[in-house]
């Protein structure tokens, strides 16, 4: 189940109205497998099985927390979709598709666009993260760093390293790099 659709993906960045839903499928998973490595499993989880119902039932507090995960998911999935925009996968390959009056993004044009797109993720997962940081006494399945939790995350591999530090005789995951 996905937490956010083909729209507002488009909607919320610069995908064209044109790109067929089938090229977001593998972004927009690849984005909520990001979110778990953010937020946990359980809370995505929690969210998945609350967007699943007809109507959607979220909760009051995972209404709010949707207003920050929906744009991180979009900007994962842009920044998954971007770098194979100009490609398009056949039996003989990879192709670049070009038409009559366009032609295909350059190397450093793309550089540029990916730039944007990772910077935006980035931006959208740190307010997520800083909310969920704000409010962790509302979501007890997001494991917070402000109320003691033994099981911190990393992240996506961006986090800044002088912010936050382990206590001394922490036993988190990080610390003990997974041995206990």
């Known amino acids: 189940m996905k937490l956010i659709n083909y729209q507002y993906l ?3 960045t610069d995908i064209s109205q044109n790109v067929p839903e089938s090229e977001l499928d593998n972004p927009i ?7 778990e490595m953010v937020v946990g499993a359980s809370l995505v989880a929690e969210l998945v099985t609350q967007a699943s119902t007809r109507p959607k039932s979220f909760t009051a507090a995972n209404t709010t927390l949707m207003t920050y995960v929906e744009p991180f998911l ?7 979709w971007l770098p194979k925009a100009n490609f398009k996968t056949h039996a ?45 006494s509302t979501y007890p399945l997001y494991d917070c760093v402000n109320c003691g939790s033994k099981n911190k ?18 036993q988190c995951d990080s610390c003990y790099h997974g041995y206990h």
Request: hydrophobic content about 30%; charged content about 30%.
């Open 92 to 136: 003989s390959g990879l192709r670049v598709h070009e038409e009559d009056n366009s032609r295909a993004a350059t190397g450093e044009e793309m550089a540029t666009l990916i730039r944007d797109a990772k910077m935006w993720a980035q931006t959208k997962k740190e307010k997520l993260v800083q909310f969920l940081e704000d409010n962790c």
């Open 10 to 12: 488009k909607d919320e």
């Open 153 to 170: 995350r990393t992240g996506t591999g961006f986090h800044i390293t002088g912010v936050g530090k382990h206590p001394k005789g922490c």
């Open 74 to 80: 979009a900007w994962q999935a842009y920044q998954f």
């Open 29 to 35: 998973k690849r984005s909520q497998e990001m979110l």
